[in-house]
């Protein structure tokens, strides 16, 4: 089977490293993955703009349900080429529902936003779905989409890391969650070392925010952060997630507060157990509980003396790490891109219901 994910890729944002995994999943099934768009020379993707090749369509909305490629007709040349039965809808940042607004994080600003979206996913598909186990609209189903890869795994060695903490990802809406860590960490500040925060918006306002109008999306306390002695690293394409993380003694694992309520998987939930380093859950505990297991209780930022927890961790780094061992186990059995192609062309193929590896589409 061909698949065709038609996605505004960038390499250091979004879903880019999903992407590539899936490609590379699927060779050894006998399968291929392409996005669409003309050709791009060196991009770690492979573009591609054959529509008569195409065995399926899968469209991967986030931030936008617009092509970044192309010109105005694609929509419907790819419409036209693929039936309506080969394709699917895969909604990541929880848009298509009603407007939601969660401690100043939105999904539409309006109910008219939403109702546009909610049109656009629906001619194009009669198959959605969210990666949740908790879609808030009855025709919704859960397929994970994001997964994990055990090639990513670094050694748990806690041995000269430069930073005590490091956060890889915008800060678009993650500034209140981002806040409560660093909160946290105020009372040890001088027992953590370094902190660095990595990708867009968190000292200056990404290029594209002032033009669209989403200063606000971006918002921080760059006092604050200046005051707490955070250092400011530059995005970093998708290679380099886990690498980054790797050098420090813990990463904060923090969604934004609709993805929190919606309890979203993303990127971040499987690649920061894979780094070389102590993931520390910002999250709703049951949620945490549900997805990672009961063991990852211990990992959980609790509500009442935060910074003592992140001082042990700090401490003893070492006595956390056969937790994430174990998290490491379970998200392979469960979330490998292999798994993870094979369920999508069950999909795809079949158009029936799959479940398996804590994917289930129901």
């Known amino acids: 089977?061909?698949?065709?994910?038609?996605?505004?890729?960038?390499?250091?944002?979004?879903?880019?490293?999903?992407?590539?995994?899936?490609?590379?999943?699927?060779?050894?099934?006998?399968h291929e993955v392409v996005v669409y768009g003309p050709p791009e020379p060196g991009s770690p993707f492979s573009?591609?703009?054959?529509?008569?090749?195409?065995?399926?369509?899968?469209?991967?909305?986030?931030?936008?349900?617009?092509?970044?490629?192309?010109?105005?007709?694609?929509?419907?040349?790819?419409v036209a080429k693929v039936p309506r039965e080969r394709r699917i809808v895969i909604d990541c940042d929880g848009a298509y529902n009603d407007a939601i607004?969660?401690?100043?994080?939105?999904?539409?600003?309006?109910?008219?936003?939403?109702?546009v979206w909610t049109r656009i996913c629906e001619s194009l598909s009669d198959r959605i779905f969210q990666p949740t186990l908790h879609p808030a609209r009855?025709?919704?189903?859960?397929?994970?989409?994001?997964?994990?890869?055990?090639?990513?795994?670094?050694?748990?060695?806690?041995?000269?890391?430069?930073?005590?903490?490091?956060?890889?990802?915008?800060?678009?809406?993650?500034?209140?969650?981002?806040?409560?860590?660093?909160?946290?960490?105020?009372?040890?500040?001088?027992?953590?070392g370094r902190i660095g925060l990595v990708g867009h918006g968190w000292d200056t306002l990404p290029p594209w925010a002032e033009p669209m109008g989403i200063?606000?999306?971006?918002?921080?306390?760059l006092g604050y952060l200046r005051k707490m002695g955070v250092e400011f690293i530059p995005p970093v394409l998708f290679e380099e997630v886990v690498p980054w993380m790797s050098r420090a003694v813990f990463n904060p694992v923090i969604y934004?507060?609709?993805?929190?309520?919606?309890?979203?998987?993303?990127?971040?939930?499987?690649?920061?157990p894979a780094a070389s380093t102590i993931p520390l859950f910002g999250l709703d505990e049951e949620y945490?509980?549900?997805?990672?297991?009961?063991?990852?209780?211990d990992l959980v930022l609790p509500r009442n003396d935060p910074e003592k927890k992140i001082l042990d961790v700090v401490r003893r780094p070492e006595e956390y790490a056969g937790t994430v061992l174990r998290?490491?186990?379970r998200l392979a059995e469960r979330h490998s891109y292999r798994a993870r192609l094979q369920q999508l062309v069950e999909l795809l193929w079949g158009g029936g219901e799959v479940s398996g590896g804590g994917a289930t589409v129901a």
């Not at 999903?18 to 050894?28: E, F, N, S």
């Not at 986030?62 to 970044?68: D, G």
């Not at 934004?256 to 920061?272: I, K, M, Q």
């Not at 945490?288 to 990852?296: H, W």
Request: with cysteine; hydrophobic share 40%; charged share 30%.
């Open 1 to 30: 089977m061909r698949i065709m994910f038609v996605y505004f890729s960038f390499g250091d944002a979004g879903s880019a490293q999903d992407i590539h995994r899936y490609a590379r999943a699927a060779k050894p099934l006998g």
């Open 47 to 78: 573009f591609s703009m054959d529509l008569d090749s195409a065995d399926a369509l899968v469209f991967v909305f986030e931030w936008t349900t617009q092509l970044r490629r192309g010109d105005p007709l694609d929509l419907a040349r790819l």
């Open 101 to 115: 607004r969660v401690d100043g994080d939105y999904n539409h600003q309006d109910a008219e936003a939403s109702r």
């Open 138 to 192: 009855e025709n919704v189903r859960t397929f994970f989409f994001h997964g994990y890869d055990p090639e990513w795994e670094r050694p748990m060695d806690f041995r000269g890391k430069e930073f005590g903490m490091v956060y890889v990802g915008h800060s678009k809406f993650r500034w209140r969650p981002m806040e409560r860590v660093l909160r946290a960490i105020e009372p040890v500040r001088e027992r953590v």
């Open 215 to 221: 200063e606000d999306l971006y918002r921080t306390d």
């Open 256 to 272: 934004r507060p609709l993805f929190n309520y919606l309890r979203l998987v993303t990127c971040r939930t499987f690649e920061t």
């Open 288 to 297: 945490v509980l549900e997805f990672y297991g009961k063991e990852a209780a």
């Open 327 to 329: 998290i490491r186990k």
